[in-house]
């Protein structure tokens, strides 16, 4: 499939999906005789995990070393997994201070209300 397909089935534009094959995220995408390129499904894979990996926050250095874990193969598990792990910690505490957050703009929004209701 072209680029513009891979864009809307991934999630990430074709300038996203460009910058990330210039960065070494992408492993290898072929090319057809028009020299346009094209998408396997594993591409896709990939880059939806992308997609989602940045979407959780997860830093372009560490996206990138997950990258370069994967093009070593399956020596590389554990160290991809822990890179993994790692991230899950960080989403598990960026919820615990969202939720935090959202409990402030509650509060804050109560307050609002009760302030709007004796103005009436």
Request: proline letters at 4%; a positive charge; one cysteine or more.
């Amino acid at each position: 499939m072209r680029i513009s397909e891979a864009a809307t089935i991934s999630g990430l534009s074709a300038d996203t999906i460009r910058y990330y094959e210039k960065s070494g995220l992408v492993p290898a995408i072929k090319r057809g005789p028009d020299r346009l390129r094209r998408f396997s499904p594993e591409n896709i894979e990939w880059l939806t995990l992308l997609y989602w990996l940045r979407k959780t926050g997860m830093p372009m250095k560490e996206m990138r070393r997950f990258a370069e874990l994967y093009r070593q193969g399956a020596s590389s598990i554990p160290e991809r997994k822990a890179l993994l792990l790692r991230h899950e910690v960080r989403l598990r505490e960026r919820r615990v201070d969202l939720d935090q957050c959202s409990k402030v703009l509650a509060y804050k929004i109560e307050t609002y209300k009760k302030i709007e209701g004796d103005l009436s």
